[in-house]
Nanobody, 122 residues
Framework: QVQLVESGGGLVQAGGSLRLSCAPS????????MRWYRQVPGEQRELVAT???????NYADSVKGRFTISRDNAKNTVYLQMNSLKPEDTAVYYC????????????????WGQGTQVTVSS
């Protein structure tokens, strides 16, 4: 089976930067729309950024101008560049994507990663 694997989380001071990466753990046929979510304990998971296969992107208002989502279709990898980080950005960040894999249907199915912790200290 395939899952999405995130990396790049960690501890950073306010005003700093981090770059998250997400890639499938195994062979896939194609990756379509990819997304980054984040979740704080006790709160609902929040959609942070979305990018289509063609490269069109959208952002939550809370991260516009600070975060940039990008992708490398040749590597089936999506990135989240996070600049000017604030303590309120502290959360577990999850990668989510619509993938076509050898183990599923011919149409895209939704896959999740296990999350990576981002902690921003004040």
């Amino acid at each position: 089976q395939v899952q999405l694997v995130e990396s790049g989380g960690g501890l950073v001071q306010a005003g700093g930067s981090l770059r998250l990466s997400c890639a499938p753990s195994g062979r896939i046929f194609s990756a379509h729309t990819m997304r980054w979510y984040r979740q704080v304990p006790g709160e609902q998971r929040e959609l942070v950024a979305t990018i289509t296969r063609a490269g069109s992107s959208n952002y939550a208002d809370s991260v516009k101008g600070r975060f940039t989502i990008s992708r490398d279709n040749a590597k089936n990898t999506v990135y989240l560049q996070m600049n000017s980080l604030k303590p309120e950005d502290t959360a577990v960040y999850y990668c989510n994507g619509d993938l076509v894999t050898p183990y599923g249907l011919e149409s895209p199915s939704e896959y999740w990663g296990q999350g990576t912790q981002v902690t921003v200290s004040s």
